[in-house]
């Protein structure tokens, strides 16, 4: 290789850091998207943002409402619900589940289109700055959220016995727990 | 602890996150739906530092909709995404190096 040539590359790429620094600088909704690319699932790479905080309402099978996060098409036409949530621990719970397994049936009561059987938790620790994790999460069956609400209903109308939690380190930090030691 | 009288009535359509808590422990949905929703100091404060980082997390997802029908600023970011992704990778191979 030539020394103009040498030349020529070292100005283009001193010129590429300058604009990208510049740019950075200067277009504050750029930061946004490079960080909505760099949190995506791998699996979403290719995907396309369709939805984000947007609500969904259906009648069936029952009333349902739901405000979901984010929702991505992917290039097969499937659509794949996230999840964002800030908490300490990295993970997903079972509420979660739940919590996407409603949206899933709405959404797809709503739109239409095909929801894939699973979605992603995106988690933000305090400590991690702008970095989340993602979680894969199995959703559930439009029985099971049925079956679920069901029992619901039976233990606000007081037919069915409440059980505790099964995740016990959030009972210290629960406004109710003295109201709940005195039940027993 | 202050409460807050019940306001849902039967009739509203169940949303996803009464569900969701419900899911989490049946006592405290049970609580909440005989008293209300409580406000405690510590609970007021993780749900205000959530409605911080929803709100960040909403403007990314706003902007990335708005950037994705702009085909060549998508790609860019998508590009400098992969970069910086390898340069911080590259980074901590290099301080776990030493």
Sequence with gaps: MSIPAVLVMGIYCIGLIAFSAIAFRCLPGLMDVVLEWKNRPIELFAAKLLFSETTFRTSKPIALIARVDRVYLKPSGMLVLVEFKSRVQKKAYFSDAIQMSVQRIVLAGQTGLAVAEHGYVLVKTPHGGNSYSAHRVELMSENQVLALNERRTAVLAGITLPWYSKRHPMCPKCDYREHCNMDG | ?98
């Design chain 2, 1 to 98: 602890m202050h409460m807050e009288p019940r306001r849902r009535s039967t009739q509203s359509p169940l949303s996803a996150t009464a569900l969701a808590q419900f899911g989490k422990c049946e006592r405290l949905a049970l609580y909440e739906h005989m008293h209300g929703k409580s406000h405690s100091f510590t609970s007021e404060g993780a749900r205000h530092r959530g409605l911080i980082d929803h709100e960040a997390y909403h403007r990314q997802g706003l902007v990335a909709v708005a950037a994705s029908n702009k085909a060549l600023i998508g790609r860019w970011a998508a590009a400098a995404a992969v970069f910086r992704s390898i340069w911080l990778w590259c980074r901590g191979k290099i301080r776990g190096a030493k």
